[in-house]
């Protein structure tokens, strides 16, 4: 099974601040690689596919890169409303696994 | 719209199945995946498996042989079924759609308690 491993796993920032989480994947997993956002009592809801397509609807301060197979989530301007759980999934090969997630805080 | 939504029990006495049905429009079950995806209380998100678009499926090895996907697609209905429950089973239980690349969907979730 591919796993992903997840960094942090919580995060403190400021308002306006820019944020980084990353995923690192135990073995090449090309461009297979989605980004969510989960609020509490919500479900996830997709932010970036492909590694580094934005999903319909996401603001443009979200964005995905990878550096081989290495992912990173950039939010570049944190607002209040990006407060939440986030987590990676790999989609190359079954099992599916997600990363253990980030929760993001504003100090 | 693309919607999904997962109808089940609230409780399950140990030991017992769990039937879950995702119930989805705005789009084929032919065109589209459909995954299962669990949540225990205060914990991340667990991939069960998957009802692939052609019909066959795949499965988490860590549900063995305790998991069944299916699907009907004149009702557009998507089903899973796990025997044998145990505490640590209790989760909310996620239908999502899925894409090539990534779930682009999800329902809102059925919250399933197990009981002793």
């Known amino acids: 099974d591919i796993q992903m491993t997840q960094s942090p796993a919580s995060l403190s920032a400021s308002l306006e601040e820019i944020v980084t989480i990353t995923c690192q994947a135990s073995?090449?997993?090309?461009?297979?690689l989605a980004w969510y956002q989960q609020k509490p009592g919500k479900s996830p809801q997709l932010l970036i596919y492909g590694a580094t397509s934005l999903a319909d609807g996401v603001p443009s301060r979200f964005s995905g890169s990878r550096s081989g197979t290495q992912y990173s989530l950039k939010i570049s301007r944190l607002q209040v409303e990006d407060i939440g759980i986030y987590y990676c999934?790999?989609?190359?090969?079954?099992?599916?696994?997600f990363g253990s997630g980030t929760k993001l805080e504003i100090k | 719209q693309v919607q999904l939504k997962e109808t089940g029990p609230d409780l399950v006495q140990l030991t017992q199945t769990l039937s879950i049905t995702c119930t989805v429009s705005?789009?084929?079950?032919?065109?589209?995946?459909v995954h299962w995806v669990r949540q225990p209380p205060g914990k991340g998100l667990e991939w069960m498996g998957a009802?692939?678009?052609?019909?066959?499926?795949d499965y988490n090895s860590a549900f063995k042989s305790r998991l069944s996907i299916s699907r009907d697609t004149s009702k557009s209905q998507v089903f899973l079924k796990m025997n044998s429950l145990q505490t640590d089973d209790t989760a909310k239980y996620f239908c999502?759609?899925?894409?090539?690349?990534?779930?682009?969907?999800w329902g809102q979730g059925a919250s399933v308690t197990v009981s002793s």
């Open positions: 073995q090449d997993i090309g461009n297979w």
């Open positions: 009802m692939w678009n052609g019909g066959g499926t």
């Open positions: 999934l790999q989609a190359y090969s079954a099992p599916l696994t």
């Open positions: 999502a759609r899925g894409t090539m690349m990534d779930m682009d969907a």
């Open positions: 705005g789009f084929s079950l032919t065109t589209y995946n």
